[in-house]
């Protein structure tokens, strides 16, 4: 491992996996756990159960498991090596280095950042100079101020193919260092040069508050119009949230989510500090987690076209499965001074009708549900009996989705209202899509349950049972063994390559090497050899009850079942099988890293 494993396995032993927790989520405790409404999925009734004794976490709900270090590599989307370092600094601790090579990555890394650190700052100072005065002069048409500018630590590209690359030069950076940083781009003939040229540069910060890339603009109608860094080892568009490292800071009670970083910079001077913007791409789940933990309710405000509406009826689906509250903003179109109607954005909204009329359109907002009935309601032609009768089976089909009858009520009688039918029909519309509905989850349910495995089975497919009654005795094992590490004086000859699961096989090696070196064995020291995935699923093994009593003689019935099955497999020739399939799941691993 990159990180001593005694290092690892003092931090473990150290830090409170209470306290890191507490940090993102709200905790109360009942009984021996702390419960919590879950960050990596949508609740509204605590399944999160964090415990101190066992220094674990077990979401109930979506099956998220681990120890402290598994929590911050989830909860801030890090890598095993950062997620040990940033535990390590809340618990006081400082990481050795042991593999050159770890050690090499992390000053890398660091190289980088500082690196686009020093080129925010050269593309800011460009901007009073010649090279930076039509991207000066484009910031004044834009009407951003000089505060905000230095805000957002705006700057200049200059329109010349290598004044980043000597500028960085002289600070001893070379091109591989640059094209690490994808501050430049390796040509065809083998040349390189700078990427950004002749555009409005904007640093992108995360929330940490470090330079992780650049996002830029061009001053014409040119193409592309926005062009980001690539994708590096600090940069990552699915996760990253133009603003968000101010707007978390806001005092307004939600967030504003826009299409387009200028739009963001305008919301923000003209007093809205809650808005944020993605890196060019569609929101994704990543997103959402990230913004449910600052905010319950998001206002959707994307242009009224039809990407911009498909945009957020897509995005509606990702946010509500982060328990977001969202709530959509239609921008009006706009009359040019020639009297044509054109679409805008919450820049042009800004300069045309000012903050006040801006205050006033999110105030009013429409909520999800106002927002899908309206757009349903603009597929059909009401005048048509054909067409109102399949308005209102849709309007029926979202209505009875809702979980308050209220609700479900209010927006009935609206859908009536504007099909012009009584509201007992439509009441009468929804109770039948309710039904439809509880009988096709009904039904999903019964065909769940014939099929009596699949309540034990790992979700993830790479850790399925192939021989569950085995399986089922091997994680028994498992149990007995991290209540009480004595017991594996009573293993006997029971041998990893025993378990017909590789996965539970593999751990059981893993626990019984700590307990060789007297160490004790508990899940969180497995962290460094185990994917979240598995990490997951052996917390929720562990979480399984498991009887004290008597628990010499439970042992030796998990073993003698396992060994039948074993002596089972070598007779059929099985264990060369699953030998292939472990060879096959290493390989995927390796690639993926």
């Known amino acids: ?40 999925h949508s609740e509204r009734t605590p ?20 120890g402290a270090i598994t929590f911050l590599m989830e909860i801030e989307n890090l890598t095993f090596p950062e997620a040990v370092r940033l535990l390590a600094e809340k618990t006081g601790m400082e990481v050795p280095e042991e593999d050159p090579g770890e050690g090499d990555w992390r000053r890398r890394r660091e190289r980088i950042l500082t690196l686009n650190k020093l080129a925010a700052r050269f593309y800011y100072d460009q901007l009073s100079t010649p090279q930076g005065q039509k991207v000066a002069e484009y910031m004044a048409r834009r009407r951003i101020s000089k505060k905000f500018a230095v805000r957002f630590g705006l700057g200049a590209a200059p329109d010349a193919w290598d004044t980043l690359l000597r500028a960085m030069a002289e600070k001893g950076y070379d091109k591989r260092d640059l094209l690490d940083a994808g501050l430049a781009v390796a040509g065809k003939g083998g040349g390189v040069y700078d990427k950004f040229r002749n555009r409005l540069m904007l640093p992108v910060i995360d929330l940490r508050g470090d330079v992780i890339g650049f996002t830029s603009r ?14 590096t080892a600090i940069f990552k568009k699915r996760s990253t949230l133009y603003g968000l490292n101010y707007a978390k800071r806001s005092k307004r009670g939600n967030i504003i989510l826009v299409e387009g970083n200028i739009d963001v910079i305008t919301l923000h001077q003209a007093g809205f500090d809650n808005a944020v913007a993605t890196m060019g791409t569609s929101l994704t789940e990543e997103h959402a987690r ?4 600052f905010t319950k309710e998001l206002v959707l405000c994307y242009v009224t076209e039809n990407a911009g509406i498909y945009a957020s009826q897509r995005a509606i689906g990702i946010l509500k499965s982060a328990d977001l509250a969202v709530k959509v903003l239609q921008l009006p179109r706009r009359r040019t001074p020639e009297g ?23 105030t009013g907002s429409q909520n999800q549900v106002e927002y899908r009935l309206e757009d349903i309601q603009s597929k059909y032609d009401l005048s048509v009996d054909e067409q109102r009768a399949a308005f209102l089976r849709e309007a029926a089909a979202l209505t009875a989705g809702l979980e308050s009858p209220v609700e479900r009520e209010i927006y009935g009688v609206r859908a009536a209202k504007a099909a012009g039918v009584s509201p007992e029909t439509m009441a009468a519309e929804v109770e039948k899509a309710r039904r439809a ?5 009904r039904r ?54 025993h378990f017909s699961s590789p996965f539970l ?89």
Not at 509 to 530: E, F, I, K, S
């Open 437 to 441: 509905r509880a009988g096709k989850a």
């Open 340 to 362: 044509e109607l054109v679409k805008q954005d919450a820049d042009d909204f800004i300069k045309y009708q000012g903050a006040a009329a801006f205050e006033q359109l999110l």
């Open 47 to 66: 399944s999160f159960s964090v415990s101190p004794e066992k220094q674990i976490f077990h979401c109930f709900g979506c099956g998220k498991g681990g």
């Open 444 to 497: 999903q349910e019964e065909r769940q349950a014939l099929i009596p495995t699949v309540s034990v089975q790992p979700k993830s497919r790479e850790l399925r049972y192939g021989n569950v009654r085995s399986a089922r005795a091997e994680e028994g094992i498992l149990r007995l063994l991290l209540m009480d590490p004595a017991l594996f004086g009573a293993m006997g000859a029971v041998a990893p390559e």
């Open 505 to 593: 096989g593999r751990v059981y090696r893993l626990l019984g090497t700590l307990w060789q070196q007297g160490n004790t064995p508990r899940l969180p020291a497995l962290v460094g050899d185990l994917s979240t995935e598995e990490m997951s699923r052996l917390v929720q093994v562990a979480d399984q009850p498991e009887t004290v009593d008597n628990k010499e003689k439970a042992l030796q019935d998990y073993i003698e079942i396992l060994e039948s099955e074993y002596a089972k497999r070598r007779a059929t020739g099985m264990d060369a099988l699953l030998a292939v399939r472990e060879q096959k799941r290493k390989k995927a691993m390796e690639e993926q890293a």
């Open 290 to 293: 990230i913004l449910a933990r």
């Open 1 to 40: 491992m990159p990180i001593p494993r005694a290092f690892i396995d003092e931090l473990v032993q150290r830090a409170d996996i209470e306290q890191v927790v507490a940090d993102y989520v709200p905790l109360t405790r009942k009984g021996a756990n702390l419960w919590g409404l879950c960050p990596f």
């Open 218 to 231: 061009v001053m014409d109608d040119s193409t592309p119009k926005y062009l980001n860094t690539p994708e």
